[in-house]
């Protein structure tokens, strides 16, 4: 059972371009969720999404990010005009279906790490 | 702030001593995470302890939780070269299935 799966690893994009960054889930998981990471500090909770829903989108900003969790294929975290303020290490993690109540961990990927040129 | 705190920010130990980090927080919880972090690589679970369990083990890990104080300790026992790492505390709120992290613990085991 493959873990987490981030892609790019290492992304190098100019001012002003757009980023991608990929993530596959665990199999069997439905629950995304998107962390960031900037240098020396700890990581800060961006977004969370089941599928072709965002749940809680209280960590994003308001401009320029965007993420989804198509019904098929990977959940997409968006940048666009990405400025050096965006370098830093992006994290995603799933976690299994929830019953109500319950809360379960997160399984994190290997992280993409975007830097702004 | 909700964000947990760890506590010392930077500790070193030779191999073979114990290795003790706290983490305190604000609010009201429904579960605490211990992740590590190696440099430059993702995060590993360690531990999930819920807010009526007081102690759990695995391996050479130990956490407590004491939410009247609202802090929590990882204790690594008989450390080694590679429990060198960043240790990051995250607690879950009820109601939220965000994890908040605090700003981490840099272990270095010495030879």
């Not at chain 1, 889930?25 to 900037?38: A, E, I, N, T």
């Not at chain 2, 009526?52 to 695995?58: D, F, G």
Request: aromatic share 8%; charged share 20%; hydrophobic share 30%.
């Amino acid at each position: 059972n493959a873990g987490v799966m981030q892609n790019p690893r290492h992304l190098v994009r100019r001012r002003g371009q757009e980023a991608r960054l990929r993530c596959s889930p665990m199999k069997g998981h439905s629950h995304v969720y998107w962390y960031r990471q900037l240098p020396e500090e700890g990581l800060k909770f961006m977004v969370y999404l089941q599928k072709e829903n965002i749940i809680d989108e209280s960590g994003m900003p308001k401009e320029r990010f965007s993420a989804e969790f198509p019904k098929e294929g990977p959940s997409i975290l968006r940048i666009q005009q990405v400025v050096r303020g965006d370098s830093a290490a992006y994290f995603c993690a799933s976690s299994p279906l929830s019953l109500r109540g319950t809360y379960n961990e997160q399984f994190f990927g290997p992280g993409t790490r975007l830097t702004v040129l | 702030s909700q964000q947990g705190e760890e506590d010392p920010q930077a500790l070193s130990i030779q191999e073979g001593e114990n290795a003790t980090m706290n983490c305190s927080y604000k609010t009201s919880i429904n579960n605490l995470q211990w992740y590590r972090q190696n440099s430059g690589r993702g995060l590993v679970h360690l531990i999930l302890i819920r807010s009526n369990e007081r102690e759990k083990h695995s391996g050479r890990l130990r956490v407590t939780l004491d939410t009247s104080k609202k802090s929590s300790s990882l204790l690594i026992t008989a450390s080694r070269a590679a429990d060198t790492a960043s240790y990051f505390c995250a607690i879950m709120n009820t109601g939220f299935q965000k994890l908040v992290f605090g700003t981490g613990t840099r272990l270095l085991v010495s030879p």
